[in-house]
């Protein structure tokens, strides 16, 4: 029986690399919160994450399929910007923190692991 | 994972806050700067700022949006008239031109310069921080 390292930690490698992209729209959505005719935008992360895992059954990587969809303001400014600063920095923090889980979840999976490896 | 990406798109807001926040320094420091014709009073500045493509050197296409400061604008609104006779600097009908700086909206505009150069101190903060604990997987 071989151990694929791919494997090991689960879903949570996929979630954490569409959480740092995630992490880098909404950081071009809050750098650009003062530019004329930006459009904010997300990412969908729950069929990002579907279509990920699929592709990883596949025997391909899907990562980068699907684009960022726009994201609709509630009030939308009059020079065409429609990043609302305050979603965007509750978007931020809500996906550091996912981010830091989906992290401790890969690191208990690497434990178990060691922890397998070793006997115990 | 592209956290250098992210670092140069909160790194070139942080750039282009800076060029907005010299604005109005320069506008509000000049608005009552007097002068003899319209044309030689000082113009009240602001910058373009345009969403652009991040690269992470690969020439790839990125998701990421960087800010660019494409250029500093002049206002084109109407000089503030003053019938000053005794200014040195009055014409013959006795009037002086003042800068067309509103300090309202400069100041306002400062108010929020300030905080978005805050906002983007503070995701540069955080995505130090989940870079560290990503150095830290399996410890």
Partial sequence: MSIDFNKAVGIHGEALQLRAERTKILASNIANASTPGYQARDIDFASRLQAATAGDEAGGLALDSGEPQYRVPYAAAQDGNTVEIGVEQAAFSQNALDFQTSLSFANLELKALARAINGQ | ?139
């Fill in chain 2, 1 to 139: 994972m592209s956290f250098k990406q992210i670092s140069q798109i909160a790194g070139s807001a942080l750039a282009a806050q800076t060029v907005r926040m010299n604005t109005v320094a320069s506008n509000l420091a000049n608005a009552q700067s007097a002068a003899g014709t319209p044309e030689a009073a000082y113009h009240a500045r602001k910058p373009v700022f345009a969403a652009l493509p991040a690269t992470d050197g690969v020439g790839q296409g990125s998701t990421g949006m960087r800010v660019q400061v494409l250029d500093v604008v002049q206002s084109t609104e109407p000089m503030r008239k003053a019938y000053e006779p005794d200014n040195p600097l009055a014409n013959e009908q006795g009037e002086v031109f003042y800068p067309n700086v509103s300090p309202v909206a400069e100041m306002t505009d400062m108010m929020a310069t300030s905080r978005a150069f805050e906002v983007n101190i503070e995701v540069l903060g955080r995505v130090k921080s989940m870079q560290q604990s990503l150095l830290k997987l399996g410890e």
